[in-house]
C-alpha cells in the first residue's frame, strides 16, 4: 500500500530508486543533485536497497563511466549530476546511448557557465540533447518519484538511456506529499531487469565501442533512430500501463484547453504547474488561455504536438534555456512540428526562467497577453525570440 510522505523532489527521486533496486550507483557530489545520491547511499547503506553497491568517484566523468561498465555486464544502474557536471560528462554520454544501454541519470537542471551559477535553467540537459538519450522532464515531486520507474521501464525495453530532468531548488529542493509506492506494488509494475544481447561475458570475449567505418557508422545510427522512435510509441502505452497500477498516468504531452484558444502555452518541468493555474484563472476572466506539458523532450512528440496546437489562435512557448544564435530549443521544436501545416498558428518564443530567476505567474501573464496582442498582427513578420522579465523592464 502507498505511503503519503513530505519529500522534495531529490528525495522523491531517491525513492523511486529505492524502489527500482538498482544494483550499481555512481556518482559525484554536486549542487543541487548531490541529495539524491546522498539519500541513496543511506538506502544502500540502511539495507533499504539490498544488494546495491555505491562507487565515489572522482568526477563526473568517472560516474558516467563507471555506470556504463557495469550496465555493460548486464548490471541495472543509476547515477545523477546537473550543469557543469553533466557537461564534463559529454564526451561519454554518447556512449551510453550508442551502446544502446539503459542507464537511468536524473539532471537536477542548473545553469551552464559563464556566468556561475548554483540556479536552475536548462542549458544543461538542451546541451546534450542530441546525443541520443531519452529526456523526461518532471514537473512536481510526484511525477520525479513516478518517472524514475517508468524511465527504466522504458530504458530497459527499448534499450536506450534516459535522462530524468528536474528544475533545480524550485522542484529538487521543494517539498510536497508524495506518494510513495510499496516495494511489492513498483515491483509488479518494473520486473528484475534482464539483460540484454549485448553482454560483456568473460566466457565470451567480445570488444564494445570499437572504431567503426563508414561503411555500417550510418546503419548504426539508423536503428538508433529506430529505437527512438519505439521509445515514443511506447511511453504513453508505459504510462497507461503505471495508471492501472498506481491511478497516475503519463503521456509524452498534457493538453488542456488548447483547440481554439487565444493563446496556449507551451512549457517543460515545474512551470507547467504554474501555467496551469494562470490559464485557469486567465480563463475565468473571459480569455481562451490552453496549456500543453511537453514530458518527452527526447524523443520529441512531433505528431502530438501537431494535433494539440493546429487550432490555437497563437502560441507562446516558454523556454528556460537561451538558445544564443538562434532560438530556445522547445520552440524551434514547436514550429518544425507545425511547419506542415497549411494555416498553422504564430508561435512566439519567451525566452525567461535563466539562472534561477523566477518563472512566475506574472511572467506567464505578460507572456500570454503579449502572445494575444501579437497574434491579432500575425500577417506582420516576427523575428523574436523575446525576452522577458530583464532586469531595466522591471525597474
Known amino acids: 500500500m502507498a505511503t503519503i510522505k513530505a519529500l522534495d523532489g531529490n528525495w522523491a527521486v531517491a525513492e523511486g ?10 556518482a559525484y557530489p554536486i549542487t543541487p543533485q548531490t541529495p539524491i545520491v546522498e539519500r541513496v547511499a543511506d538506502f544502500i547503506l540502511d539495507g533499504s536497497l539490498p544488494d546495491a553497491r555505491y562507487i565515489a568517484v ?10 556504463i561498465g557495469a550496465a555493460l ?21 554518447g556512449v551510453a546511448s550508442g551502446n544502446r544501454l539503459p542507464v537511468v541519470m536524473a539532471i537536477a537542471n542548473r545553469a551552464l557557465p559563464s556566468p556561475w551559477s548554483l540556479q536552475a535553467d536548462h542549458s544543461d540537459s538542451m546541451a546534450e540533447r542530441d546525443t541520443g538519450w531519452i529526456q523526461l522532464y518532471a514537473e512536481n515531486g510526484q511525477e520525479a518519484l513516478d518517472l524514475v520507474l517508468l524511465s527504466y521501464r522504458l530504458a530497459e525495453e527499448v534499450r536506450l538511456p534516459v535522462m530524468l530532468c528536474l528544475d533545480g531548488f524550485f522542484l529538487s529542493h521543494s517539498t510536497e506529499a508524495v506518494s510513495v509506492p510499496d516495494n511489492e506494488e513498483a515491483d509488479a509494475f518494473l520486473p528484475p531487469y534482464v539483460p540484454g544481447p549485448l553482454r560483456l561475458d568473460p566466457d565470451e570475449p567480445m570488444t564494445i565501442n570499437q572504431l567503426t567505418s563508414a561503411d555500417i557508422f550510418t546503419e548504426i545510427k539508423y536503428q538508433h533512430k529506430e529505437a527512438l522512435d519505439e521509445a515514443l510509441e511506447l511511453l504513453p502505452k508505459l504510462g497507461e500501463e503505471f495508471g492501472n497500477h498506481f491511478g497516475r498516468s503519463y503521456g509524452s504531452i498534457q493538453a488542456e484547453n488548447c483547440a481554439g ?8 518541468g515545474s512551470t507547467a504547474g504554474t501555467a496551469r493555474q494562470v490559464a485557469q484563472e486567465m480563463r475565468e476572466q473571459g480569455k481562451q488561455v490552453g496549456t500543453l506539458k511537453v514530458t518527452s523532450f ?18 507562446a512557448v516558454m523556454d528556460r534555456s537561451w538558445g544564443l544564435g538562434s532560438e530556445g530549443p522547445l520552440s ?64
Open 17 to 26: 530508486v529505492r524502489l527500482a533496486r538498482p544494483k550499481v550507483v555512481a
Open 332 to 395: 524551434l521544436e514547436v514550429k518544425a512540428a507545425l511547419y506542415s501545416l497549411t494555416n498553422r498558428p504564430p508561435v512566439f518564443n519567451y525566452i525567461a526562467g535563466l539562472g534561477g530567476r523566477d518563472l512566475s505567474a506574472q511572467t506567464l501573464e505578460k507572456a500570454i497577453m503579449t502572445s494575444i496582442r501579437l497574434g491579432e498582427q500575425a500577417h506582420q513578420e516576427w523575428s523574436g525570440p523575446i525576452w522577458i522579465d530583464l532586469r531595466e523592464e522591471m525597474e
Open 261 to 268: 484558444a487565444d493563446v496556449v502555452v507551451v512549457s517543460l
Open 73 to 93: 555486464v548486464g548490471t541495472r544502474v543509476f547515477t545523477a549530476s546537473a550543469g557543469a557536471g553533466l557537461a564534463l560528462m559529454h564526451e561519454v554520454v
Open 58 to 67: 572522482e568526477s563526473e566523468h568517472s560516474a558516467i563511466s563507471a555506470v
Open 298 to 315: 527526447r524523443p520529441f512528440p512531433k505528431q502530438l504536438v501537431r494535433d494539440a496546437l493546429k487550432d490555437a489562435k497563437s502560441i
